[in-house]
């Protein structure tokens, strides 16, 4: 059944329905909305959950992590600076191998301040061990959810995730959803049954002091846990689809590519435009598709590769930089084209929430054909 509702509350629904054990965020903008409405929830006894009041996204994350040690189901949110906050908890949840799931709400880092979108924030924790997962629209949004569960809770990954959708334009729209029920739900994500739990009873060990002769081997475990990660989530997004009709089997998605010589690459929701974009371009004759990417952790270099078959040149829209190297995930995907004989340019657009529009998209399709890129689009050349 749709429902017309806001992103972000849409986010609190189908969190309640996945069943967390314990909920843990400090709000900022503009992820609030979702923590807001969780905590009305617990208060209302619709989540038989605990909700823990923290002073800082430190603080939240780090509850998080000590409940998902002691072997619940756990959630939280956040976005930008609390993420940036976050950062040396990121990197433990990672290396405890603990299942949480997080939702970011993506926004700009400062400074300057900002408070609009970009994906900044979740990009610079690339190198963390989380798996990332970007949705076009609110419907992914709240499907990912419960996908990133079922991955991240498999006893042959056990890594966080961060479901990461744009600040504003989607956490503050309303758009019709599709949420299914609880006992949907629970048919599709079974109970969280932790691989390990701490307990008085038979003591572990969380997170221990590791020397020079073993710190190596738990950064390949997690290196390895992150690629089984591709398979997993190929089986959830089917097994998805097979319930609810909505197919997320692969961790990119084609659009208008089968017969495409220039390819445009893209994370989150400028998809939605760029989709608008092609259309147009090849209402005018112009062979042009898109590649969206779901998934950036782990990186789907081969299904990039197996998808730009018979493309000539791609356009990567970065929203974000990797200051001094170009777009994270141009650089990724160069490396992962490299001697295919396509040539690969790309854009830092959008940063700070700069709007971009339909004529942008085709501008750089424009450049990307002309054999220019590797640059910011849309600076304001008079204060350069």
């Given at each position: 059944m749709l429902e017309f509702m806001e992103g972000s509350h849409a986010v609190a629904e189908i969190v309640k329905r996945c069943r967390p054990q314990v909920i843990s965020a400090y709000p900022i903008t503009p992820q609030t909305h979702i923590v807001e409405d969780l905590a009305q929830m617990v208060a209302n006894c619709e989540i038989d959950a605990e909700y823990i009041t923290v002073e800082s996204e430190f603080s939240a994350l780090s509850a998080c992590l000590g409940a998902s040690a002691a072997g619940s189901r756990v959630y939280s949110?956040?976005?930008?600076?609390?993420?940036?906050?976050?950062?040396?908890?990121c990197f433990n949840a990672a290396g405890m191998r603990l299942p949480i799931v997080m939702t970011i709400a993506n926004r700009?880092?400062?400074?300057?301040?900002?408070?609009?979108?970009?994906?900044?924030?979740?990009?610079?924790?690339?190198?963390?061990?989380?798996?990332?997962?970007?949705?076009?629209?609110?419907q992914e949004t709240a499907d990912l959810h419960m996908i990133a569960y079922r991955v991240c809770e498999d006893h042959d990954i056990l890594l966080p995730s961060f479901v990461c959708f744009d600040g504003f334009i989607l956490t503050h729209t309303f758009e019709p959803v599709a949420?299914?029920?609880q006992e949907e739900v629970d048919a599709y994500l079974p109970a969280f049954n932790p691989y390990q739990r701490l307990d008085a009873a038979n003591p572990l060990s969380f997170g221990m002091y590791a020397t020079p002769e073993y710190y190596m081997e738990f950064r390949y475990e997690i290196d390895r846990a992150l690629q089984r990660a591709n398979k997993a989530f190929v089986k959830a997004g089917r097994e998805f689809g097979e319930q609810f009709g909505r197919d997320y089997s692969g961790l990119v998605e084609g659009y208008r590519l089968d017969d495409a010589?220039?390819?445009?690459?893209?994370?989150?929701s400028i998809c939605g435009t760029v989709k608008d974009a092609v259309d147009e371009m090849r209402e005018r004759g112009r062979k042009v598709g898109l590649l969206k990417i779901r998934a950036y952790r782990p990186f789907p270099a081969q299904e990039i590769v197996d998808a730009l078959?018979?493309?000539s040149t791609v356009a990567v829209l970065d929203k974000n930089i990797s200051l001094g190297n170009g777009g994270a995930v141009g650089t990724e995907v160069k490396a992962a084209l490299y001697g295919s004989g396509i040539s690969v340019y790309d854009y830092i657009i959008a940063l700070g929430g700069?709007?971009?529009?339909?004529?942008?998209?085709?501008?750089?399709v424009d450049l990307a054909e002309k054999g220019e890129g590797d640059l910011f689009y849309g600076l304001r050349t008079e204060v350069l």
């Amino acid at each position: 059944m749709l429902e017309f509702m806001e992103g972000s509350h849409a986010v609190a629904e189908i969190v309640k329905r996945c069943r967390p054990q314990v909920i843990s965020a400090y709000p900022i903008t503009p992820q609030t909305h979702i923590v807001e409405d969780l905590a009305q929830m617990v208060a209302n006894c619709e989540i038989d959950a605990e909700y823990i009041t923290v002073e800082s996204e430190f603080s939240a994350l780090s509850a998080c992590l000590g409940a998902s040690a002691a072997g619940s189901r756990v959630y939280s949110a956040t976005t930008s600076q609390g993420l940036a906050l976050m950062f040396e908890v990121c990197f433990n949840a990672a290396g405890m191998r603990l299942p949480i799931v997080m939702t970011i709400a993506n926004r700009s880092l400062g400074a300057p301040l900002s408070i609009w979108n970009d994906q900044q924030d979740s990009i610079s924790l690339r190198d963390s061990g989380w798996l990332q997962f970007y949705a076009e629209d609110n419907q992914e949004t709240a499907d990912l959810h419960m996908i990133a569960y079922r991955v991240c809770e498999d006893h042959d990954i056990l890594l966080p995730s961060f479901v990461c959708f744009d600040g504003f334009i989607l956490t503050h729209t309303f758009e019709p959803v599709a949420l299914p029920t609880q006992e949907e739900v629970d048919a599709y994500l079974p109970a969280f049954n932790p691989y390990q739990r701490l307990d008085a009873a038979n003591p572990l060990s969380f997170g221990m002091y590791a020397t020079p002769e073993y710190y190596m081997e738990f950064r390949y475990e997690i290196d390895r846990a992150l690629q089984r990660a591709n398979k997993a989530f190929v089986k959830a997004g089917r097994e998805f689809g097979e319930q609810f009709g909505r197919d997320y089997s692969g961790l990119v998605e084609g659009y208008r590519l089968d017969d495409a010589d220039t390819a445009l690459i893209a994370m989150g929701s400028i998809c939605g435009t760029v989709k608008d974009a092609v259309d147009e371009m090849r209402e005018r004759g112009r062979k042009v598709g898109l590649l969206k990417i779901r998934a950036y952790r782990p990186f789907p270099a081969q299904e990039i590769v197996d998808a730009l078959k018979g493309v000539s040149t791609v356009a990567v829209l970065d929203k974000n930089i990797s200051l001094g190297n170009g777009g994270a995930v141009g650089t990724e995907v160069k490396a992962a084209l490299y001697g295919s004989g396509i040539s690969v340019y790309d854009y830092i657009i959008a940063l700070g929430g700069r709007d971009v529009r339909k004529k942008d998209i085709v501008a750089v399709v424009d450049l990307a054909e002309k054999g220019e890129g590797d640059l910011f689009y849309g600076l304001r050349t008079e204060v350069l």
